[in-house]
């Protein structure tokens, strides 16, 4: 019989490559991650693992027990959770994945309130990259994600889960902070702090900055960082202004770190979007937390018509969601 607790550690370790991440992850210490790791090394006869330094990758042994070992693992929580079920309790581990700063900020209440609702329910969130968090939910690593840009994939359903506006933030200390706004032709005379040209907040400034004839390449960009809170702290640092949503901002505009310059005739909103896929039958902690994100108001109650995303022939994008069609440019 498989350690079915083995092949979870196994499975954690091999996604992040590492002992001590995958400890924290599973709320172990690393000599007992290690200890399941050679369990099963000893009860196989073969290496999973090949150690580089802090770092390990999988063995070709390994790489054949992956797929497996996680098939069974869905296969034995799918089991549990159906047969929980019967007895009216809900258990399982719903796991999110989410590549917005906002939905990093909103997610944390609302599992809150629903791991107290359930408390049979472990719930994890992993923040990622889109492309990562769409494979996740590909591989079914993760059963819902939250991303901000869609992307043309039939087998995906969107909803409309949360919007943020962007705000434009400036050191405390920096003369259009003693303005109540300033025109759009005067960001060209300043330092920029940008997100990747990938990213959501980046799309969202595009978008509005190209209304008021302004190409994001004009503006001059002294710094490029993967997250809005090290753009606010680049801020704070007065290396230059910059884009961010504004519930990460939030907090430096409270202690009066940061302060918010409003540009004439300018609005940037974000819109996060929660995504599902048809490819898979959602367990029973998914339904009962979209139940909940309806009950809550947060998502459309009743029998809204959702559709994959599709491409329209004039190459305008579409999303269907509870009727409504959210068109953006081809």
């Known amino acids: 019989m498989p350690d079915w607790q083995g092949l979870e550690v196994f499975v954690v370790a091999a996604r992040l490559e590492n002992f001590s991440a995958a400890a924290q992850e599973l709320h172990l210490s690393q000599p ?7 369990a099963l090394e000893r009860e196989f006869g073969v290496k999973l693992f090949e150690r580089e330094g802090r770092r390990v990758r999988l063995s070709e042994a390994g790489d054949y027990l992956l797929p497996l070992a996680d098939d069974l693992l869905r296969r034995a929580r799918r089991v549990e959770e159906m047969m929980r079920s019967l007895s009216g309790k809900v258990v399982g581990h719903l796991v999110l994945g989410c590549s917005t700063t906002s939905g990093k900020y909103v997610l944390p209440g609302i599992l809150a309130r629903f791991c107290e609702r359930y408390p049979g329910v472990r719930a994890t969130v992993r923040m990622a990259s889109r492309a990562c968090v769409l494979e996740m939910l590909r591989s079914r690593e993760a059963q819902i994600v939250f991303t901000s840009v869609p992307v043309d994939q039939n087998e995906l359903i969107y909803r409309k889960f949360f919007e943020d506006d962007i705000i434009l933030v400036a050191p405390e200390d920096h003369p259009w ?14 330092r920029f702090i940008l997100r990747e040209p990938t990213s ?17 390449s004009e503006l001059n960009t002294v710094m490029t960082l993967g997250n809005s809170e090290a753009i606010i702290m680049a801020v704070e640092e007065g290396i230059g202004v910059g884009f961010v949503p504004r519930l990460a901002a939030e907090r430096s505009l409270m202690l009066g770190q940061v302060r918010e310059i409003r540009v004439q005739g300018v609005s940037m909103m974000h819109t996060i979007w929660m995504v599902e896929s048809t490819l898979y039958p959602a367990t029973a902690a998914q339904l009962r937390f979209l139940e909940m994100l309806r009950t809550e108001g947060i998502i459309p109650a009743g029998a809204e018509a959702e559709v994959p995303y599709a491409v329209l022939p004039e190459g305008e994008r579409c999303t269907v969601v509870g009727g409504e069609k959210v068109m953006e440019p081809g």
């Open 32 to 38: 007992a991650v290690t200890q399941r790791i050679q």
């Open 177 to 190: 902070s003693r303005r109540d706004v300033i025109a759009p032709h005067e960001l060209l005379g300043e």
């Open 200 to 216: 959501g907040t980046y799309l969202a400034m595009e978008r509005a900055l190209t209304a008021c004839d302004i190409q994001p």
